[in-house]
């Protein structure tokens, strides 16, 4: 079987519409979307490493907007070659700066892709509130929809909020993909 969902939780920005447009920060204006060298990703700009599980292959980076400009979103997509064990692990860096100052935080924002998933279909399942990765605290949601479990980490690190979003057949899988993943926050 071959699962090949974008997990919505990607799009949980979208559905946030501040009231006022804050002026950029200064850490947005140099944003770029990064690149992969020797299977890690690696992005200065946002101050991030991450290399994801063995087996699963990056596809390229995407710098969605305009750097110095709202909203701004860094993307990348790691996963498994389609068949019976399926794996994806999908990293993306929202610029806070988009949003209201209240809304800026690890709370505020795993809420909204909470009501995003639950739009999209997905069931949001009691499980561990918190995760840690290589000694980073990360807030977590656990989701499932049909056959597709998915776990999502995120992180407030300089102007962005960092989302980590593992999915596969069960949360076994998820859990396998987050313990296996090596991030480095760096300034």
């Given at each position: 079987?071959?699962?090949?969902?974008?997990?919505?939780?990607?799009?949980?920005?979208?559905?946030?519409?501040?009231?006022?447009?804050?002026?950029?920060?200064?850490?947005?204006?140099?944003?770029?979307?990064?690149?992969?060298?020797?299977?890690?990703?690696?992005?200065?700009?946002?101050?991030?490493?991450?290399t994801?599980?063995k087996?699963?292959?990056?596809?390229?980076?995407?710098?969605?907007?305009?750097?110095?400009?709202?909203p701004?979103?860094?993307?990348?997509?790691?996963?498994?070659?389609?068949?019976?064990?399926?794996?994806?692990?999908?990293?993306?860096?929202?610029?806070?700066?988009?949003?209201?100052?209240?809304?800026?935080?690890?709370?505020?924002?795993?809420?909204?892709?909470?009501?995003?998933?639950?739009?999209?279909?997905?069931?949001h399942?009691?499980?561990?509130?918190?995760?840690?990765?290589?000694?980073?605290?990360?807030?977590?949601?656990?989701?499932?929809?049909?056959?597709?479990?998915?776990?999502?980490?995120?992180?407030?690190?300089?102007?962005?909020?960092f989302?980590?979003?593992?999915?596969?057949?069960?949360?076994?899988?998820?859990?396998?993909?987050?313990?296996?993943?090596?991030?480095?926050?760096?300034?």
């Amino acid at each position: 079987m071959t699962l090949a969902v974008m997990p919505s939780s990607l799009w949980a920005r979208q559905s946030a519409t501040p009231q006022i447009r804050p002026k950029p920060s200064d850490s947005t204006k140099n944003a770029h979307k990064g690149f992969i060298e020797q299977g890690t990703y690696k992005n200065s700009s946002i101050g991030l490493e991450f290399t994801p599980a063995k087996g699963l292959h990056f596809n390229q980076p995407e710098l969605k907007g305009t750097p110095g400009t709202t909203p701004l979103l860094i993307l990348i997509q790691a996963q498994t070659d389609p068949g019976p064990v399926y794996g994806l692990t999908v990293f993306y860096a929202d610029a806070l700066d988009y949003y209201p100052e209240d809304q800026r935080n690890d709370s505020r924002y795993l809420e909204k892709i909470i009501r995003t998933n639950a739009a999209d279909g997905f069931q949001h399942v009691d499980g561990k509130a918190s995760e840690q990765v290589d000694g980073i605290s990360f807030a977590r949601a656990d989701f499932i929809k049909g056959l597709v479990h998915e776990t999502v980490l995120i992180t407030t690190h300089k102007a962005y909020e960092f989302v980590f979003i593992f999915t596969g057949a069960d949360f076994e899988v998820t859990g396998k993909l987050i313990a296996s993943t090596d991030v480095k926050l760096t300034q």
